[in-house]
């Protein structure tokens, strides 16, 4: 049997939803489905021969091929995601315990020191433990080392619009439309890696798919889903845990590499222990009671194209249970590799049923210190245009850190008995039009020439109705008036980086600046701490009104 192994790049976020969450949220998978691989394989075949996917096993030009490749003996598998070292992790064991007391002593940045252990072989009973964290794992056993990966997730939020006529409604939620749900899916720019078991004569046929850029999961025209392939190649003498399989006389311990689903005799998917270690017996030839179980389980689900129909839900082994097992009879390597090959189960094409022997043979392992990789700066260099572009890249790193700040901070500013929104929105069209000119607009009464921001303060004190409104508004948290906090804000010094500071409500660490090699950098200037003083009342005034609609 021969066996492609590849890589898939992470171009956008990809979404393939599990049954999980609320009904208003998306989560997806911590890795990519061998089903949804495989569907995307099976599509770019279709596109090749112009035939559409829902009849590759009518048509007479693809019939033969495409029941071969994608409903033979072929097997897709998972793609989990890659260490630092780029290898292929697995599913971290369910049987790994961890000083539940020595978590929870440890600081955050020093967890890695808390050691694992493998409660597969040998059980430790004189204090509490609890399950390892992480979802992925690649362990050396050179040097008792486990590396632990647990893939990125975004997430965002989404509003939804009905549609009117077969077309969607544009513009702003309305009270009985525009709910909000959230997708969770996997961040861009990761690496998983994956692998076909297939016919010999059928590799070359799937190297020619395996490479260029796919679309995979959902919500494909909303930004997430475009992956590319790479390092597709033939690989000799592989298996899905490192190491080799040897003969194994008195004890089997069982890991599964994927979710696993069986039945039992009356039709029904179950997760019994008992049973899955009759079934491996069996297939073994064997007779191998069950000792130990460390299992978990969890309903899959899945999505029939052709149909335009889900599939039933089924109870599912969990990924990373682990069984052991009492040997009656020795097992030879090649009665293991055998099984470890073909998988046990059912929809072993999708990915299912896989699992390996004695992976697991080391009683502690030290967990590998996180990798924080820190380029060293480096010089722009004496090119005039290159460090224009650079400066210009660390202007609006700036401005997006200080935008997200500015943000933070005006949604703890709450405002109670704000004035009416009309006063609100004069007040915040005065400094909308401010902070679109160079310089604050001066206008001269009399004697005295004041910004117009200022003159429209002066004129609310002198209206007993209006004063008597604004003096109510009051900033919650420490009941400032809001008319006052404005022109705390507004006066603030922005020629003194400190006092401007501390006048907007900034703590130092909020105040971002940035370094673009070891000769560019960017700072706030005088003139983006007006701007950026404006805007802040602005959004505040902004949130107030909105609350009163």
Known sequence: MAVLTYQIRLLEPVLVTKLDGDPNSNISYDYLPGSVLRAALLGRFASDNNVAVKDVLEDERTKADAARLFFGHARFLNAYPVDRLNNRTLPKPLSWRQSKSARANTRDDEKHKVPIY????????????????????????????????????????????????????????LKNDGAVYRYESLAAGQVFAAAILCDDADAKLFERLLRGEYSLGGARTAGYGRVRIENAECADAWREAPGQIEDSAHELIVTLASDVLLRNAYGQYVADAELLARHIAERLGVEAPLEQAFVSAHPVGGFNRKWGLPLPQALAF????????????????????????????????????????????????????????????????????????????????????????????????????????????????????????????????????????????????????????????????????????????????????????????????????VKVGDDVSAELTAMMRREFSLRLIAEVLKRAAKQQR
């Not at 189960?345 to 210190?369: H, K, T």
Request: proline fraction near 4%.
């Open 118 to 173: 493998d409660f597969a072989i040998e059980q430790r009973d004189n204090e509490q433990y609890q399950r390892a964290e992480g979802a992925f794992c690649f362990v050396d056993y050179r040097g008792s080392v486990a590396r632990l990966v647990s893939p990125e997730r975004q997430v965002m939020i989404h509003t939804q619009r009905a549609s009117q006529d077969g077309r969607r409604n544009y513009g702003r939620a």
């Open 318 to 513: 969990e990924m990373g249970s682990v069984l052991v097992l009492k040997l009656a009879q020795p097992v030879s390597a090649d009665q293991l590799r055998a099984l470890e090959e073909s998988g046990i189960g059912e929809r072993r094409v999708d990915g299912f049923g896989r699992l390996v022997f004695n992976w697991q043979y080391c009683e502690q392992l030290s967990i590998e210190a996180p990798v924080r990789s820190e380029p060293a700066p480096k010089s722009i260099g004496g090119d005039a245009l290159s460090k224009e572009v650079a400066q210009r890249m660390a202007e609006r790193i700036l401005r997006a850190r200080m935008e997200a700040q500015l943000m933070a901070q005006a949604g703890r500013i709450h405002i109670e008995r704000s004035p009416g929104r009309t006063q609100l929105s004069r007040l915040r069209n005065i400094v909308l039009d401010e902070l679109r000119q160079p310089k604050p607009t001066q206008i001269t009464r009399g004697q005295e020439t004041k910004s117009r921001i200022q003159w429209f303060l002066e004129d609310i004190l002198k209206r007993q109705v209006t004063r008597d409104a604004w003096m109510r508004a009051r900033i919650e948290s420490d009941g400032k008036p809001l008319i006052k906090w404005i022109k705390e804000v507004y006066d603030a010094d922005v020629n003194n980086a400190d006092k401007w500071r501390e006048a907007i409500g900034l703590k130092d660490e909020e105040v971002p600046k």
